[in-house]
């Protein structure tokens, strides 16, 4: 029975999951709601498993809500790509949720039902087939996000948060409004029935529909941090819990997926009229990020800050990199957004236990004590840094060379290829420059006596040991997001499978 | 046994030293030199092939699509590296076990040298260009640990991220050049680049390959501009300047120079700037050589020139020239690295490297002393040792060349003067050292090394004089294969000693007595040189970094400025320009359909709207009266929506209002009154038309939607809604079955919102005030008699509202969702009426389960369906017939609006009340309820 309704199941398990913490659970909660939150979250995975496989055989699964007809009702399509995301998605949230377990989820109410909402929310995002369906799961997903990102509480987190949350209702309305815009020239929310209406628009209705095509760039643009709307990344990030920071190593990867999603799908190749509208933008944007990104990197004074300008520089390589729009450079793009979500997400925590140990210093990068786990953080900073700078033989290495690679040597690439090895470059003085002062530059005298318990440190060391994996798999992984691209560019199947029914009737 | 095993042992057998940490050291470095010397057993398993011309090849397939594969080669260039990168290794790790103090970590030490051991042999060894340069940058990792290996020192780290910077910056030119090269033959096999040679050469894009690469390989080898690395490099420990530093990674750019060479070489450019750039460098490094006081600084910068010189003679790229560098790399591996090691030992010893402060240590360390004149003599190429063989070689192409036309006969000129600096600077590490006067105090008292620590010297030392003696014996028939595999034609090497008087010789006896004539009048070169002291590569380093920081952290400071209307306003600009060139482009905004005539109730409707709208704008600092117009605005709105025939929608819209001003009403309480005037004159101009803009364009989006004819899938919603949905509520059968998910997200959100309220809620620790704006203290009685009676009977009259409107929502306007808010808003009363004390005596209901059960009801209804093999939500209806009611529909889409219910009353409830609590003694706790 699971078989037939597997599409659904990464929503509904963090749901039942996190509907369950919120009971009261008698005098000593906490444990109970680990138990609920750490069962869920391998559930998530199983289940994200199940899908990868059964998307490799089928295509993809199209799971028609209430049994009412695409375009009618609203249906889930998980091809490969959002299989893909899910998988992404699962195997972050365990390793993160028993780092968050290690008491981490005391520091304010609601962690561990709001992690699992959390979940189910981006989950949501990459199974829907329904563009308004995307956007209640945005807002699921946001405002989970908004509860975590104050986590433990705080002036300037707050203050973070407040920014955060005004930004992204800014974003919410106006992805509301483009909605109504695309649903007023097309009369349809789905997305495969909408690439079916898009194809056929001239005249007027093709510019109403690309200037709603335009403000959904803005949105996505705003969730996935491209400049100039990155702003608030930074700011929240460094100042949120590192448990927190490392699950939205997922979030801004939600923004990116959307802009995959709508500007292959909808306004894709074959979107005639509006045919790539949003790509010339992604080009420039993306790589104007890229060097913001490596510009903060520079500035940053902060471990944690300095980190989260390396996420920025990822979004800007993988939305740069989308744009060239062939099916190379998508399959390379997306083995990149494999690999950085994962080393993203490992930096936060590492900058995380090290400000801990450090104690005084916190993550400045600045000279301080000897910390209790010394030669371990330097071992994983060391990996890390191999890792996220893309050097040989982990995964940025492999993932920055396939997307160079992919991008065929033209006068037009040079710009992508000066600007990651540019950014490379920066990322190598600067986060040697930053490991050097916190991990080397030690101050002479007795080592910190704060240490964190190992389950942390083995938390981050399995996220921190899947860059050795990529990397070694990298030939499979780079198959499989090959396939993805493949499926991505062949957009005349996807009305194929959404819009006919597989059989049965409504009652 | 397989090539690949000459790769991974080291690769995997840097671990052994970290596992072995516990043991003795002596069983450390046994263990460490298995390694290597399991390596040489595999390497002669396989070099007879590569003499007799073959080239041993392994194919592991790694990433086909990229092009990077496992592929290894071992052809005559390969092995000559090869063997020089083991057998230096073997001695170097002999060396560093009496090098290497107590209280340094061996481990740790002999797993990054044999990490570096392995990427160099990866470099050497690759078949597959991209595959090389992994290794090629793995080698800058493990030279930038080795480098900073004693951390605690500032010259260490400082060194150590000098190297790293400057040869990953060259590494990524590199990587671009390969990835052209690539590019234009098509794969990223050697043997494919091989066979592309033409085409690369002739390709636009060959000069920017050339230049990237020549990149790399000049920053690798510390060719001028870039030598300026390599001697803050000698803040490694000796051994790894020996391996590291002079006899391999250094020679890395070189070897790289060699393989490209049928590839790339040939041309005008590639002659012009390696021989240029390597006699420049040959020059430069000689000449400082000379000036450092430090014994690893002069040997540092002769490694610079004499690595000049092997790329000025791959530059002149005829086949003479190419068996000349080959041959000095050979030697020059031999005698560096000896004479590092002798550095190490009088370091060790005396406790110094300054040679103004030793002297005269000939009495005392007589074996060293002698080992070190036989391997300084090869260094200045005195005969009859290999060092003099070599450079009669480069002599002899220095003065055969005619690269310049008309100037050529300068380079002849300025090789001699790099030999006689040679010369001079190799007297200058002999006299300076073990002669001079006699020993003076030093740090230790020094005496000869134990006789292992020496016999790495000892065995280079031999190496020198037997080469010099039977070179053909020694070194011909690798130099044949490797000479070979560079000009990629079969060459027979010719060597020996004695080549008669000619020119060259001629020249080197010239550079002999200069080298001691420069030596002599050295002191006048120190004063001239003094100068130009207070240079230091690794400040200027520092400094450009910590500028560059300073500067970028300055831009960004102004940029992001941390202020949250910035940020909107960046959206917003975004919005405005990335919109407007197509609504230019629409022809006009008026659609097909037509217009609907303008009544009286709809103009002063849209009249009283905007006047709302506009004084909550311009009212905005003072709150309480800007909420008031809020709430006229929302009035208004529903209003609208009840006029416009969307009842339902209206009704939700009214509730919604009244529940979102009470709870900002209450927030106002902890809140001043009155907002401070913040924006200056021009913000708030730039505001209004930026405002105005993004209001122009959603206006006109909007007209123009809703004057264009189009077809939606609303008309099937409104002929299934009975017949499909079983009722006629159309809004609500969307809400609650065919869109039930959406709503089910939805409630999520609400439920989510109230936890997220509370988690902030309590956590905050608000200023509360004791009187109103004006001073006056809070009415005494805090319930007026009069609210608590209407609010006491309103309750139940609210509920059975509630009620009713849930269970006709299905089929009229209604549903759970404005029930559930009107049942909340009655209760809110009650709070607001009597009080949290009163009302928690009597109606003590935690709200978070409530609202979680409500979600939980909606979710299982959903489920429900999969008892029945359908999809999740799928809804079923029938018609009963009730006692009393009579026939009444039952649809599970009920039991769903029920959950929906619920939730909004859980949640809503949490809300408001854990707010009102913040105003009692009952704080919020953090558990919540």
Redesign the interface.
């Known amino acids: 029975?699971l078989q037939?309704?597997l599409a659904?199941l990464p929503i509904?398990i963090p749901?039942?999951a996190a509907?369950?913490q919120?009971?009261?659970w008698g005098n000593r909660?906490q444990p109970k709601r680990r138990a609920i939150g750490l069962l869920a979250s391998i559930l998530t995975l199983i289940a994200a498993v199940a899908l990868l496989v059964e998307v490799q055989q089928q295509d993809m699964l199209v799971?028609?809500?209430?049994?009412?007809d695409a375009?009618?009702?609203?249906v889930l399509m998980v091809d490969r790509l959002s299989a893909l995301m899910m998988l992404i998605t699962a195997v972050l949230a365990l390793p993160v949720l028993i780092y968050g377990c290690y008491a981490e989820d005391n520091l304010?109410?609601?962690f561990q039902?709001?992690y699992q909402?959390q979940i189910?929310g981006i989950m949501?995002a990459f199974a829907t087939g329904d563009i308004?369906?995307l956007f209640?799961?945005f807002?699921?997903l946001l405002?989970?996000s908004?509860?975590l990102m104050?986590?433990g509480?705080g002036k300037f987190r707050?203050r973070a948060t407040?920014?955060y949350v005004?930004?992204n209702l800014?974003?919410s309305a106006?992805f509301l409004?483009s909605i109504?815009?695309l649903?007023?020239?097309?009369?349809?929310?789905n997305m495969a029935d909408m690439a079916v209406k898009i194809q056929s628009l001239t005249?007027?209705?093709a510019?109403?529909a690309?200037?709603?095509s335009?403000?959904l760039?803005?949105v996505f643009?705003?969730k996935a941090a491209i400049l100039?709307?990155h702003?608030?990344l930074?700011?929240a990030y460094s100042t949120t819990t590192g448990v927190v920071a490392a699950l939205f190593a997922i979030m801004t990867k939600v923004g990116v997926y959307s802009i995959i999603r709508v500007y292959s799908l909808i306004f894709g190749a074959d979107a005639n009229e509006l045919a790539l509208v949003a790509h010339d933008?992604l080009w420039i944007m993306g790589l104007l990020t890229l060097v913001a990104g490596a510009?903060?990197i520079?500035?940053a004074?902060d471990l944690r800050l300095m980190v989260a300008y390396l996420v920025v520089i990822s979004v800007g390589t993988l939305v740069a990199a989308f744009s060239l729009s062939s099916a190379a450079t998508t399959?390379a793009t997306l083995f990149y957004l494999i690999h950085s979500t994962f080393i993203t997400a490992a930096l936060f925590l590492l900058a995380d236990l090290m400000a801990f140990e450090r104690g005084k210093t916190a993550s400045r990068i600045v000279s301080g004590k000897k910390m209790a786990n010394h030669s371990t953080y330097a071992t994983f900073f060391?990996i890390g840094a191999?890792a996220i700078i893309g050097?040989?033989?982990l995964s940025g290495?492999?993932s920055k060379?396939?997307i160079?690679?992919s991008a065929?040597?033209n006068g037009h690439n040079f710009w992508l290829?000066g600007a990651i090895?540019g950014a490379?470059?920066v990322m190598?003085?600067?986060v040697?420059?930053a490991g050097?002062k916190m991990?080397?530059?030690?101050l002479s005298g007795k080592a910190s006596e704060q240490s964190a318990p190992l389950g942390k440190r083995i938390a981050l060391a399995s996220l921190l040991s899947l860059t050795l994996l990529i990397s070694i798999f990298?030939?499979p992984i780079?198959?499989y997001t090959?396939a993805v691209a493949d499926q991505l560019t062949d957009v005349d199947s996807y009305p194929v499978h959404v819009l006919k029914r597989a059989g049965?009737e409504?009652? | 046994m397989n090539l690949l095993f000459i790769i991974m042992a080291p690769l995997f057998g840097a671990l052994l030293p970290l596992l072995f940490k516990r043991t003795p050291r002596a069983v450390q470095t046994l263990i460490t030199l298995a390694v290597p010397l399991s390596c040489i057993a595999v390497l002669l398993n396989y070099a007879p092939a590569t003499f007799a011309g073959d080239v041993p090849k392994q194919f592991v397939e790694w990433l086909p699509a990229l092009g990077l594969n496992f592929a290894l080669r071992l052809d005559g260039l390969s092995l000559l590296f090869v063997s020089l990168i083991l057998g230096i290794g073997v001695l170097i790790i002999g060396y560093a076990h009496y090098y290497l103090s107590r209280d340094d970590d061996e481990g740790r030490f002999y797993a990054c040298l044999l990490l570096f051991m392995a990427s160099m042999l990866g470099i050497v060894m690759a078949d597959n260009i991209l595959l090389m340069w992994a290794f090629w940058e793995l080698t800058s990792i493990s030279s930038f640990l080795l480098i900073g290996y004693w951390f605690h020192s500032s010259d260490a780290r400082r060194g150590a991220r000098m190297a790293l910077a400057t040869t990953g910056a060259g590494g990524l030119a590199l990587l671009a050049g390969l990835l052209l090269i690539g590019n234009i033959a098509g794969s990223y096999q050697f043997d494919a680049v091989l066979a592309a040679a033409d085409t690369i050469k002739n390709h636009d894009y060959y000069a920017t390959a050339l230049v990237l690469v020549l990149l790399g390989a000049f920053t690798k080898s510390a060719q001028f501009p870039f030598q300026f690395w390599l001697p803050h490099a000698m803040a490694a420990p000796t051994p790894v300047s020996a391996y590291l530093h002079s006899a391999t990674m250094v020679k890395a750019g070189i070897f790289l120079l060699a393989r490209f060479h049928p590839v790339l070489g040939g041309t005008e450019m590639w002659l012009t700037i390696v021989t240029v750039v390597g006699l420049i460098t040959m020059l430069v490094g000689a000449y400082f050589a000379l000036l450092k006081h430090d014994l690893k600084g002069l040997l540092a910068f002769s490694t610079v020139s004499h690595l000049g010189l092997i790329c000025m003679l791959l530059g002149i790229g005829t086949e003479g020239a190419i068996v000349a560098a080959l041959f000095h790399i050979i030697n020059h591996a031999c005698f560096k690295a000896a004479l590092f090691m002798t550095a190490g030992i009088i370091d060790h010893e005396s406790g110094t490297r300054d040679m103004r402060k030793l002297q005269g240590l000939m009495g005392l360390m007589p074996l060293t002393a002698t080992l070190a004149m036989v391997v300084a003599a090869s260094m200045a190429g005195i005969p009859p040792f290999n060092g003099f063989m070599s450079k009669e070689l480069f002599l002899d192409q220095a003065v055969q060349q005619h690269l310049f036309g008309g100037l050529s006969w300068f380079v002849p000129i300025l090789a001699t003067v790099g030999a006689a600096l040679s010369v001079a600077y190799s007297i200058r590490f002999i006299h300076d050292v073990f002669f001079n006067g006699d020993y003076k105090e030093l740090p230790k008292k020094p005496h000869d090394p134990p006789r292992m620590m020496s016999a790495p010297v000892a065995i280079l030392a031999i190496m020198c004089i037997a080469i010099g003696l039977a070179p053909m014996t020694m070194v011909s028939g690798i130099l044949d294969v490797a000479a070979s595999s560079v000009t990629n034609a079969s060459t027979t090497v010719k060597l020996s000693l004695w080549h008669g008087f000619n020119l060259p010789l001629l020249m080197s006896f010239v550079a002999v007595v200069a080298g001691i004539l420069i030596y002599a009048a050295r002191d006048q070169l120190f004063t001239f040189n003094r100068q130009f002291d207070g240079q230091d590569a690794k400040h200027n380093f520092e400094r450009i970094v910590q500028r560059i920081s300073d500067r970028a952290a300055q831009l960004f400071d102004r940029l992001d400025t941390g202020s949250l209307q910035r940020y909107v306003a960046f959206v917003l600009i975004s919005v405005i320009v990335i919109m407007l060139p197509s609504l230019i482009d629409l022809s006009a905004i008026t659609g097909g359909k037509p217009q609907q005539p303008i009544d009286v109730v709809s103009m002063v409707g849209a009249i009283v709207l905007i006047a709302a709208a506009f004084a909550t704008a311009t009212l905005h600092r003072n709150r309480f009266v800007m909420l008031m117009m809020l709430s006229v605005v929302g009035l208004m709105v529903s209003l609208a929506f009840a006029h416009f025939s969307a009842p339902d929608l209206a009704m939700t819209q009214l509730v919604v209002e009244v529940v979102s001003i009470v709870l900002m009403i209450l927030a106002l309480f902890f809140m001043p009154q009155k907002t401070a005037r913040a924006s200056s004159g021009h913000r708030v101009f730039r505001d209004i038309i930026i405002a105005s803009f993004i209001g122009g364009i959603v206006a006109t989006l909007n007209f123009a939607i809703l004057t264009s004819p189009a077809e939606s899938i609303s008309d099937f919603f409104i002929a299934n809604a009975k017949i499909g949905g079983g009722g006629t509520n159309v809004v609500n059968v969307i809400l609650v079955d065919f869109r039930g998910f959406d709503t089910l997200g939805e409630i999520t959100v609400l439920a989510i919102a109230a936890a997220g309220i509370h988690k902030l809620l309590n956590k905050l620790k608000p200023f509360m005030p004791s009187s109103d704006v004006d001073g006056r203290p809070w009415h005494r009685i805090k319930h007026p008699l009069m609210l608590t009676n209407v609010a006491n009977l309103v309750l139940p009259m609210a509920m059975m509202v509630a009620v009713y409107i849930f269970l006709r929502g299905h089929n009229l306007p209604g549903g759970g969702f404005i029930a559930g808010l009107i049942a909340a808003s009655a209760m809110i009363l009650q709070y607001i009426a009597n009080g949290v004390d009163w009302v928690k005596g009597r109606f003590n209901v935690n709200y978070q389960s409530l609202m979680s059960i409500g979600v939980m009801i909606a979710a299982l209804t959903g489920l429900g369906s999969w008892l029945f093999s359908k999809p999740f939500l799928t809804s079923w209806f029938t018609y009963l017939k009730w006692p009393v009611v009579g026939k009444w529909e039952f649809a599970t889409a009920l039991l769903f609006d029920l959950g929906v219910f619920l939730t909004v009353i859980g949640a809503t409830m949490m809300i408001l009340s854990n707010f009102g609590k913040m105003t009692t003694r009952h704080r919020p706790t953090y558990e919540g309820n």
């Open positions: 029975m037939q309704h659904i509904l749901l039942f509907l369950l919120l009971l009261p909660p799971y028609l809500l209430g049994n009412w375009p009618f009702g609203i304010g109410s609601h039902a709001l909402f189910m949501g308004f369906n209640v799961f807002e699921v405002i989970s908004y509860a104050m986590h509480g707050v407040l920014h005004l930004l800014l974003g106006l409004i109504g815009v649903y007023g020239v097309t009369g349809t929310l005249g007027d209705q510019m109403l690309k200037a709603g335009l403000m760039l803005i643009g705003l100039p709307l702003f608030w930074p700011q933008w510009i903060g520079l500035a004074r399959g060391l191999i050097l040989p033989p290495f492999v060379l396939m160079l690679e065929a040597a290829w090895i490379t470059f190598l003085v600067a040697t420059r050097s991990i080397w530059h030690t990298a030939n780079r198959q090959d049965g409504h009652e």
